[in-house]
């Protein structure tokens, strides 16, 4: 729930500045087009949060310096399984230790309970102010025409769909330019339903009570709608002095009064006075807007908001990140995997094949940079940020931030033309078993010492397939061209050459009969590695330092 807020305060944070860009660069000064823009902010603060868990999103990534030095990751267990083995299933472990879930638990608990007693005191406030608005049209007597109630000490208008104007109990003693000042002032409340709109900012205010934008939103939504309602009675043709003069003495009745409605429980406080004087008396009444600029600006205001919604606000730094040597004598293997839905684990990997893991790119691609990036082996554990599970992409983001800030890497790109492998789906069609959301993504090699290897793979894409292809078997990129888009399960086995695996010498033994790499794919999976010539991107190491400690 937190991650959700959190990213939906950056998100709406985006969307008022970009709004406010707008009202700025088109020099707007019309008190209605901004309270129409900043109301188009309002409902998109509310609707955020809806719309961040299950509207389309387009991932607009947002650079964040990892703390690595504020916590780190306790080392999880790792199965003997020889040299070039990788963990079983069952031998990586989901979840935390109880010590980090106690601590981690600790302070959701108290973040959720202080964000739900502020939220749940503005909500109590807001429904009693509701209520007794209802309680205050319905004890409103008719008086020559006009709805009047003792509880009010100025005029005032409220409900949601129907608004209805109220005026105070001595409205009979006002001269007749007074009344119609200020009946002129309602009825354009009544018109633009200003009722509605005030409360939908008093509920963000009460949803968002952290973020200083709603307190401001709902300040700025009735000041708007007070100005523009002041510029409707002033064009009737009422003389500015007087309709300052009538603001005055109805404010001396609220300050005698206590308030504007003798009622508890309401939160209905009138606008900066001072501030709405000032540009009745001062300022230089706006030009009427053209049917064309409101549309523009609309529009402009429209494209800002939908962009900043359907944007997924990614942080590229870990939460998290511990680094460390692997040890010697390190038995269990080399991998990288996600053992929950946020811990990021890599284990025994030189610097060189961190590179491409982050890239996505085979060792080959990669080059310059010292010695010790193909000696130097490290594990990692990392806490990625957000409560969901990241994507391939979003993984490969965090780790490229993180040999940026821990081992100060400069690179940079360069294409050439080489031969590639194209995976296709093979005469007959894929003989893949669709995977379920539930299934926890896997995806690794275990080579034993015969040279049969075997690939699991569970919950993977086609286009993860292709990137451990390339980056950890074959000698070539391996470009995905199936067009499947599914997440699926599958076991891989086949007999290695020498041309996979960076080279490593085959083993001398008599292995039992296997097919080889490319008639494994074809025949277990129904699919295709074919030779071709393409372009594939390759990058050159500029500079690099070893990894500062923890």
Not at 256 to 262: S, T, Y
Request: net charge positive; proline share 6%.
């Amino acid at each position: 729930m937190e991650g959700l807020l959190l990213e939906s305060v950056v998100r709406v944070t985006l969307i008022a500045l970009g709004t406010q860009l707008v009202l700025w660069s088109m020099r707007v000064r019309s008190a209605s087009v901004r309270h129409n823009a900043w109301t188009g902010v309002v409902v998109a603060m509310l609707c955020l949060p809806l719309w961040a868990a299950w509207g389309p999103k387009v991932s607009i990534p947002v650079h964040a310096e990892p703390l690595v030095q504020r916590a780190q990751l306790q080392r999880y267990p790792e199965a003997n399984l020889g040299p070039s083995a990788s963990p079983p299933l069952d031998a990586l472990p989901s979840k935390t230790s109880k010590t980090q879930v106690s601590i981690k638990w600790s302070w959701q608990s108290a973040g959720l309970g202080f964000y739900l007693l502020g939220a749940i005191t503005l909500l109590v406030r807001l429904a009693i102010g509701t209520l007794r608005t209802r309680q205050l049209t319905r004890q409103a007597h008719l008086q020559d025409g006009h709805l009047t109630s003792v509880s009010s000490a100025s005029p005032v208008t409220v409900g949601w769909f129907r608004p209805t104007t109220i005026l105070p109990a001595l409205w009979q003693n006002w001269p007749q330019s007074k009344l119609d000042a200020v009946l002129a002032h309602e009825h354009e409340h009544v018109r633009r339903r200003d009722p509605l709109f005030q409360w939908l900012a008093l509920l963000n205010r009460a949803l968002f009570w952290f973020h200083p934008l709603s307190w401001w939103l709902e300040r700025q939504l009735a000041l708007s709608a007070e100005e523009a309602c002041d510029a409707a009675a002033l064009a009737r043709g009422h003389s500015p002095q007087d309709y300052c003069t009538y603001l005055l003495d109805i404010a001396d009745n609220i300050a005698i009064a206590g308030g504007r409605l003798d009622l508890a429980g309401m939160e209905m406080a009138g606008s900066s006075l001072a501030t709405r004087i000032r540009q009745i008396i001062v300022s230089v009444p706006p030009k009427r807007m053209s049917r064309t600029r409101i549309v523009c600006v609309t529009g402009a205001c429209a494209i800002s908001t939908l962009l900043f919604a359907a944007a997924t606000i990614l942080s590229s730094g870990f939460e998290v990140a511990s680094i460390k040597p692997t040890a010697p004598g390190y038995t269990g293997g080399k991998f990288i995997v996600m053992q929950s839905t946020r811990h990021y684990v890599v284990r025994n990997y030189t610097f060189k094949e961190l590179v491409g893991a982050a890239y996505d790119l085979p060792l080959r691609l990669v080059s310059g940079g010292p010695d010790w990036i193909n000696t130097d082996r490290y594990d990692i554990d990392g806490l990625t940020p957000g409560e969901t599970r990241p994507s391939p992409e979003q993984r490969m983001l965090l780790l490229r931030t993180l040999l940026t800030d821990r081992w100060k890497l400069t690179l940079h790109r360069d294409r050439r033309s080489l031969p590639v492998y194209e995976l296709t789906v093979a005469k007959g069609g894929a003989k893949l078993q669709e995977s379920t959301p539930e299934t926890e993504e896997f995806l690794t090699n275990r080579m034993f010492n015969d040279n049969h290897v075997l690939l699991p793979a569970r919950n993977v894409t086609m286009t993860q397939f292709a990137s451990v292809l390339q980056r950890a078997i074959v000698d070539r990129p391996v470009l995905d061209k199936t067009g499947l888009s599914g997440h699926y399960n599958f076991d891989l086995e086949w007999t290695r050459d020498e041309t996979q695996f960076g080279g490593i010498p085959l083993a001398k033994v008599e292995a039992p009969p296997r097919p080889d790499l490319f008639s494994a794919v074809q025949q277990q999976l129904g699919l295709r590695l074919q030779s071709s010539k393409g372009t594939a991107e390759v990058l050159i190491i500029d500079r690099v330092e070893r990894p500062s400690a923890n």
